[in-house]
């Protein structure tokens, strides 16, 4: 277990909705990076979030988008959903600059 | 793409065995980790090796790194059914900042 938990575990939505995915960082990390994980792929990075602001964006188009709490806690949002957005969605914490990220049991997505 | 390519894609092996799988990626790095992740489940990290290493041990895991030819291997020495899982590597590129670029992993199957 690395202390990092994610919610839901898992969740079905129809396209055009909206859906806000959550993260709780392990203690005493204060980044959470998001990856998108389609099926049979690996991870692509999405953003990460470093004092509540974004510090880093890859290839994702701005109906993904997300926050940080104060308390390192992280939400991701996506907008619009398209069928495409079905994958696994994972979260990982790390203290800022350092190099080992830990990752949480994901959420899985699925877009009807 | 900066994305590491993995191979073999898939791998087939008998308990008691030795896994070989190799990663290549394509500029400068700041360190390559290997993950391992169950089922579609979270993603456990295994090894971080640096760019000014060439080799490392954790348990029965073996990583080399050749920066020369870019390009990265995995061996796990006397595979166990438990090892069954999917492994992938992730750079972190040195315009990056630790955000993980993952390849498409390589699927292995331990037989018992």
């Known amino acids: 277990e690395t202390g990092v938990t994610q919610s839901p575990t898992h969740l079905i939505k129809t396209r055009g909705q909206q859906v806000t995915l959550r993260c709780s960082s392990q203690s005493g990390h204060n980044t959470v990076s998001w990856y998108q994980q389609a099926l049979g792929q690996g991870p692509q990075f999405i953003f990460q979030y470093y004092r509540e602001e974004e510090n880093g964006r890859g290839n994702f188009p701005p109906r993904f988008s997300g926050l940080q709490f104060p308390n390192y806690s992280s939400e991701l949002n996506v907008n619009a959903l398209e069928l495409d957005d079905s994958a696994l969605y994972l979260c990982?914490?790390?203290?800022?600059?350092?190099?080992?990220?830990?990752f949480g049991p994901g959420t899985r997505l699925t877009v009807l | 793409s900066q994305q590491g390519e993995e191979d073999p894609q898939a791998l087939s092996i008998q308990e008691g065995e030795n896994a070989t799988m190799n990663c290549s990626y394509k500029t400068s790095i700041n360190n390559l980790q290997w993950y391992r992740q169950n089922s579609g489940r979270g993603l456990v990290h295994l090894i971080l090796?640096?760019?000014?290493?060439r080799e490392k041990h954790s348990g029965r895991l073996r990583v080399t790194l050749d920066t020369s030819k870019k390009s990265s291997s995995l061996l796990i020495t006397a595979s166990r059914a438990a090892d069954t899982a999917s492994y992938f590597c992730a750079t972190d590129f040195k315009a990056a900042g630790n955000k993980l670029t993952f390849g498409g992993g390589t699927r292995v199957l331990v037989k018992p």
């Open positions: 090796i640096r760019s000014n290493e």
């Open positions: 990982a914490s790390s203290r800022y600059n350092t190099d080992t990220q830990y």
